[in-house]
């Protein structure tokens, strides 16, 4: 048994932060439909989305080569606009960052990711020292 509970918990993948997804994690539930539920002040404090926004993410044909369709209020706002993902800095390793180039660069280090939920946070406002949560939270809906 004490063998067993060892490997177990010497093949625990631990990234950069200790908390954040990896990229293999990322890549592995990002794709699909999400909805944007509550936006989150840099306190802490959860607000719910009044206008459903949409982020469909896909993969494209060639290596690393993603698109994103974005739909505000049933409009779409961004139709296949491709985007990144990216470990962060140097400082925090290996945490990764989801980077869209058409909204002036805007980065978003994803702090949460699995089948159901998602979570990213301002890497502008992001501070290692205090963890910021000032970001968005997603439901997934396919």
């Known amino acids: 048994m004490v063998v067993l509970c060892s490997a177990l918990f010497c093949g625990c993948e631990k990234n950069g932060s200790g908390k954040n997804p990896s990229f293999s994690q ?3 539930y990002l794709f699909g439909t999400w909805r944007a539920v509550q936006t989150v002040d840099e306190n802490g404090n959860k607000k719910d989305d009044p206008v459903e926004v949409l982020y469909k993410f896909e993969k494209g044909s ?6 994103c369709t974005v739909t505000e209020a049933g409009q779409i ?3 296949k606009e491709k985007f990144e993902i990216e470990p962060m800095a140097e400082n925090v390793e ?5 980077y869209f180039d ?6 978003y280090l994803i702090t949460q990711i699995n089948s159901s939920e998602m979570r990213w946070q301002y890497v ?3 501070d290692p020292k205090t963890k910021t949560e000032e970001g968005y939270i ?3 809906v396919e």
Not at 102 to 107: F, K, L, R, T, V
């Open 138 to 140: 997603f439901k997934r």
């Open 94 to 98: 290996d945490d990764v960052v989801i």
């Open 124 to 126: 502008t406002h992001y």
């Open 62 to 67: 060639g290596y690393h080569d993603y698109m």
């Open 102 to 107: 058409y909204a002036y660069s805007e980065q």
């Open 77 to 79: 706002v961004l139709n």
């Open 26 to 28: 990322v890549e592995k």
